[in-house]
């Protein structure tokens, strides 16, 4: 049987015994339910898949050395099926579990011994990984089979993964029901994507706050962003200028750059875009960080001084809630616009950059202000 095959009847099985648990043991039950709904860690259930589908692919391997450094004829890649296989599979069926492989987390890289009980992995929260190392030791010491808490794995992640679908769909359809009343105005906007901001794990955020802008207005502009990059992607690996790119409309040159942080820019910060902006292929026009944190004049004067020193390239500082407000007041007729595209570029992020939580949040917010209006 191949490893696909072998995920296929995985997922066949999970499907049938949906309403259904397939584990007896109670312990062993709640280790693995822990495992499954641990949101603000994804990286432990990704790990247990790939351990469990190398023990069903080759049944004499520990499914505790998922790493070839360990050597011996029990140890195997645990990356290679997660990157190989699982991958395919999590996509396939839209699981809720990180996108990226778990071996290149910093908690799992570089590991050269066996993943037993006895060792402790650093990683947050502790319990995590406690919990994922026992139920390894469970199918190592034969008191569960690989395959049946394989299926059960998959079976909570389905489930998991309708109930986010259900609750995106409940939101949703509340807020179309607001539909045809009075927009938000401009400052209650400000107002719904402030408290957005200032939720945890937020720092995607500002991207959208800009890319939105351009959504609604780029038309008008006759500007356009370019395609996001990944949350977690350097821009020297992309060979990209900053967060947010725009060009003017016909044509994929960069004329204005922005770029992102939730923190106060230094001049660290501007000296590291000088260098970006004299190594582009083509000269842009603005270099522009929007923070959402204190600006220091000294840093923002520093930034002004480039000006003639790179013949009309301009870098300047602005801030988050200042452009947002800027914006939503010079196109006051498309704030809904503004809006509805921040919202979809929220949602279709992956959830590797925004949280579903952080999703939800969203629309919760967005729910509750326009039930106020």
């Known amino acids: ?6 995920l296929r009847g995985i997922h066949k099985r999970a499907a049938a015994t949906f309403n259904t648990t397939v ?10 339910d822990y495992v499954c709904r641990c949101t603000s860690n994804r990286s432990g259930v990704r790990l247990l898949m790939a351990c469990l589908l190398g023990k069903l692919d080759k049944p004499d391997i520990d499914p505790r050395k998922p790493y070839t450094e360990i050597g011996g004829a029990d140890s195997f890649s645990g990356r290679t099926y997660d990157e190989r296989y699982l991958t395919k599979f999590i996509n396939e069926h839209r699981l809720p579990v990180n996108q990226t492989t778990a ?8 590991i050269d011994h066996s993943l037993t009980t006895d060792r402790e992995l650093v990683g947050r929260p502790r319990e995590l990984y406690i919990k994922t190392l026992e139920l390894l030791e469970d199918v190592a010491k034969h008191r569960i089979a690989a ?15 309708d109930e986010k679908l259900s609750r995106m769909a409940s939101l949703l359809e509340t807020l179309k029901r607001t539909e045809g009343a009075l927009p938000l105005s401009s400052e209650a906007i400000i107002t719904l994507i402030s408290q957005h901001l200032k939720c ?19 038309v008008l502009l006759a500007e356009n962003a370019l395609p996001l990059n990944s949350h977690n992607a350097a821009d020297l690996q992309t060979g990209s200028l900053g967060d947010v790119e725009i060009c003017l409309v016909g044509d994929n040159s960069v004329v204005t750059a922005y770029e992102m942080k939730m923190r106060r820019i230094t001049q660290d910060d501007i000296d590291a875009a000088v260098i970006k902006i004299t190594r582009a292929p083509k000269r842009i026009h603005n270099y522009l960080f929007v923070t959402t944190d204190f600006i220091d004049p000294v840093v923002a004067e520093y930034a002004a001084t480039f000006y003639e020193k790179m013949d009309g390239v301009e870098i300047a500082i602005l801030d988050c809630i200042g452009f947002m407000r800027h914006f939503l007041h ?23 950059a925004i949280s579903q939580t952080l999703k939800e949040a ?12």
């Open 147 to 161: 395959d049946v808490l394989f299926v059960e794995t998959v079976r909570v992640l389905l489930q998991l993964r």
């Open 103 to 110: 071996f290149l987390t910093p908690t799992l890289r570089n």
């Open 23 to 32: 584990i007896p043991d109670p312990i062993i039950r709640a280790r693995l």
């Open 362 to 373: 969203f629309l919760a917010l967005r729910q509750t202000a326009e039930s106020d209006e």
């Open 200 to 218: 945890k794990n937020a720092s995607r955020l500002p991207v959208i706050v800009i890319a939105a802008a351009y959504e609604a207005a780029g």
């Open 1 to 6: 049987m191949t490893v696909d095959e072998i």
């Open 330 to 352: 010079l196109f006051h007729r498309l704030r809904v616009s503004y809006l509805n595209a921040y919202q979809t570029l929220v949602l279709n992020e992956p959830n590797s």
